[in-house]
């Protein structure tokens, strides 16, 4: 196979072959948007929701906020006796429900941090950084747990990542 003339065709990606932001070059008035595959400074982003937060500076404060938070509930929930149970409820189906429930929870909000992270916007991971420190060392860390300690395990801490 001779493949000597393929370099002088343009990537897939290029605008002779993706025009108005569909592959066939259809007339539809679809905005092409760039997607960050790296790390980047500034408050014009995406992270989570189609246009949010938007070019404000204040809501962008809110989206780093909303994305500190889920971290913090997130590691909560992680090392929260609701996730542990109790011993004497471990062969109670209600308890086993509710604990499936807390776990989906937590679950779900360590996906949703992990999408924000994705956006490569390095403020919202620093927020998301922040939040998961903040988390551990309020909930998960042996600094300020009850010196009656209801915990006492060498174990690692549990991950707040569903991952």
């Not at 290029?14 to 960050?36: E, L, Q, V, W």
């Not at 600094?143 to 209801?150: C, E, H, I, L, M």
Request: charged letters at 10%; glycine letters at 12%; one cysteine or more.
């Amino acid at each position: 196979m001779d493949h000597g003339n393929m370099h002088d065709m343009p990537p897939p990606s290029t605008p002779s072959m993706m025009k108005n932001g569909s592959m066939n070059g259809g007339g539809g008035h679809h905005k092409m948007m760039m997607m960050h595959m790296t790390f980047f400074w500034g408050k014009n982003t995406e992270v989570l929701f189609s246009g949010w937060p938007g070019t404000s500076s204040g809501m962008y404060a809110l989206c780093l906020i909303f994305v500190f938070f889920l971290a913090v509930v997130t590691e909560w929930l992680a090392h929260s006796s609701l996730l542990r149970g109790t011993t004497g409820d471990s062969a109670n189906p209600v308890s086993g429900l509710g604990q499936t429930a807390v776990y989906t929870l937590r679950t779900g909000l360590a996906y949703l941090v992990m999408l924000a992270v994705m956006s490569f916007n390095a403020g919202v991971f620093l927020a998301a950084l922040a939040g998961h420190a903040i988390g551990f060392m309020l909930f998960g860390s042996r600094t300020f747990r009850n010196p009656s300690g209801d915990q006492k395990t060498n174990d690692p801490p549990a991950s707040g990542c569903a991952c």
